[in-house]
């Protein structure tokens, strides 16, 4: 697909595309009359191999990206049809009150994480070896946002998952990169929703996307009369639900920050390569 189609297909999901409620809801129904037991990330980490192929799995996970009213419209949808998934919100969209309606249901609720972006983006970092040189410093970010993402939730986290920004496709660097087992066991997490240990024996894996193709790599419905044993299903509120007004925030942030992006990562370069003469 062509840029102008691109442009095309966002701006009308962002402005004219209306809700798609329906779809999601009856998704979740056909996963419960093929007989899908919903599982948390944490729940499914925990469970023996047996209790796993006791019955056909599935890992519902809900990333919110940006429109946390939507994802209390899609949580509405899930206790409806009887499902529980994991919800991973960021420091930005994290929503206390939704997140306590999440965990009293069953559900879970993780931290949607993405520290080497925001260092990045705040210091002007802008290739791989930047990153790598100064790692300590996204830990210890990671460290202070975990603690402050707790203090906010006011529910357990168990489990985190990485969200990806335009940051880490252009340095080439995911944000899971700053995790270690080490990390993880002194914050009491875990493990991250991408976890060989999740995700190594699951069947089938299908995430949400923009139109026209809206899933990847096949519509979960088609896909689910071959009755796969474990499933994981990705969904993002802004491919469900038009917020206009969420959706135009989102976008203007995002410019903004790439400007600001380049313009400190051209200085910081520019300090870098200076005769010391030169900056003292």
Not at 86 to 106: H, K, M, Q, V
Not at 157 to 162: I, Y
Not at 185 to 209: N, W
Request: hydrophobic fraction near 40%; glycine fraction near 6%.
């Amino acid at each position: 697909m062509g840029w102008a189609s691109t442009v095309y297909y966002r701006a009308w999901q962002d402005v004219f595309m209306g809700s798609r409620l329906a779809g999601y809801s009856a998704l979740l129904m056909r996963l419960k009359q093929l007989g899908y037991r919903f599982c948390t990330m944490a729940e499914f980490l925990a469970a023996e191999t047996n209790e796993r192929s006791a019955s056909p799995v599935c890992l519902l996970r809900n990333d919110v990206d940006s429109d946390p009213g939507g994802a209390a419209r899609m949580f509405d949808c899930d206790r409806a049809a009887g499902a529980r998934g994991t919800y991973y919100f960021r420091l930005s969209t994290l929503d206390p009150a939704l997140a306590a309606r999440i965990a009293a249901s069953g559900g879970e609720v993780g931290y949607h994480f993405e520290e080497i972006a925001t260092v990045a983006k705040r210091i002007g970092l802008r290739s791989e070896s930047e990153i790598t040189a100064r790692i300590e410093l996204f830990r210890d970010e990671f460290r202070k946002n975990v603690a402050i993402f707790r203090e906010r939730c006011g529910v357990p986290l168990r489990t985190v998952a990485s969200h990806g920004d335009f940051a880490n496709r252009r340095i080439g660097v995911p944000n899971q990169q700053l995790l270690t087992q080490a990390l993880l066991d002194e914050l009491g997490i875990v493990a991250d929703a991408y976890d060989s240990r999740i995700h190594g024996g699951l069947a089938a894996r299908f995430t949400d996307c923009p139109p026209p193709q809206w899933w990847k790599p096949d519509d979960p419905m088609r896909a689910l009369e071959q009755r796969p044993a474990t499933v994981s299903i990705l969904v993002h509120p802004r491919q469900w639900i038009c917020n206009p007004a969420a959706n135009l925030r989102l976008t203007v942030r995002r410019v903004t920050e790439e400007v600001v992006w380049r313009l400190r990562g051209a200085l910081h370069t520019s300090n870098r390569c200076a005769p010391q003469s030169a900056i003292r």
